[in-house]
């Protein structure tokens, strides 16, 4: 595909002259995509679907008809994902959640096999989940803020995301994305003051989850591009780290497995 509208001025001797540049636009290679999660609450769901062309609308279709393994390495264990509306689930099997062991998922569609490896990290808990009138701050008017606090354990390169349901809604815009590594609360304290204005009566909940390190590199690429790269001499954006191997063309998203701790609360 062409796309033939950008002009650009040349400076210098042709200073006032236009120059007519073509800019391929690539078509869709209809590389895969994969979205796959394992947790220790013993829960597998993976979504595969394909890219679509630069200028397509809407979002791709899932596709139904790949094989979906999930195995633990150590034991050899292996289970089937079922297809379930748009999602292949894990609906029962030999496969179990044990922190420490690595797990494979292999996808099986059109004749190539993906596969992407993750371990499962020991799940950090939340110690307490409260809320508090904070005074403005960050843009924020002065209100009821709930705050959280959990312990990170020492020397482990633990990682977490944090996930918000406000009134049953998750929070779950690309701006609402919290995530960090432990490099700078190695073995403290961890306190979360949420960035959400709540009211009396409101219901929240915030899910914990433990993630293994490298995840995070994953999330910092995929918030980069959402906003557009890193600045402005940046290289373009470019398809996120993706932990699967094995395709003929590169793949996007990845296989996560993780622990999670989970709290609620009601606002007095």
């Known amino acids: 595909m062409r796309f033939s509208w950008v002009w650009v001025s040349v400076s210098g001797i042709l200073s006032g002259c236009l120059r007519l540049l073509d800019v391929d636009v690539p078509a869709d290679a209809g590389e895969w995509v994969v979205e796959a999660y394992y947790n220790d609450r013993d829960s597998a769901v993976a979504k595969v679907s394909r890219t679509v062309p630069y200028f397509g609308e809407g979002s791709p279709p899932p596709i139904s008809n790949a094989l979906i393994l999930l195995e633990d390495i150590l034991t050899g264990d292996k289970d089937t994902l079922r297809w379930r509306d748009s999602l292949y689930v894990r609906t029962q099997g030999r496969v179990r959640p044990i922190a420490g062991h690595t797990y494979r998922l292999r996808v099986l569609i059109e004749g190539e096999e993906l596969q992407a490896v993750s371990y499962l990290p020991v799940r950090v808990g939340i110690d307490t989940l409260f809320s508090l009138w904070r005074p403005a701050e960050g843009g924020l008017p002065e209100g009821i803020r709930v ?14 995301r944090a996930r918000v349901w406000r009134n049953d809604t998750l929070l779950n815009r690309i701006f609402d994305w919290i995530y960090s590594d432990d490099r700078y609360i190695d073995g403290r304290i961890i306190l979360f003051e949420f960035p959400y204005e709540v009211k009396p009566g409101d219901t929240f909940s915030l899910e914990l989850m433990t993630v293994p390190v490298e995840v995070i590199q994953y999330y910092d690429q995929v918030v980069r591009n959402s906003f557009g ?3 402005g001499f940046s290289p373009p954006p470019d398809n996120a780290y993706s932990n699967f191997t094995g395709g003929k063309r590169r793949v996007w998203g990845y296989f996560i497995a993780y622990a999670s701790d989970r709290k609620g609360l009601r606002i007095p």
């Open 147 to 160: 705050i959280g606090i959990a312990k990170d354990p020492p020397n482990q390169q633990n990682a977490y």
């Open 229 to 231: 790269g890193s600045g």
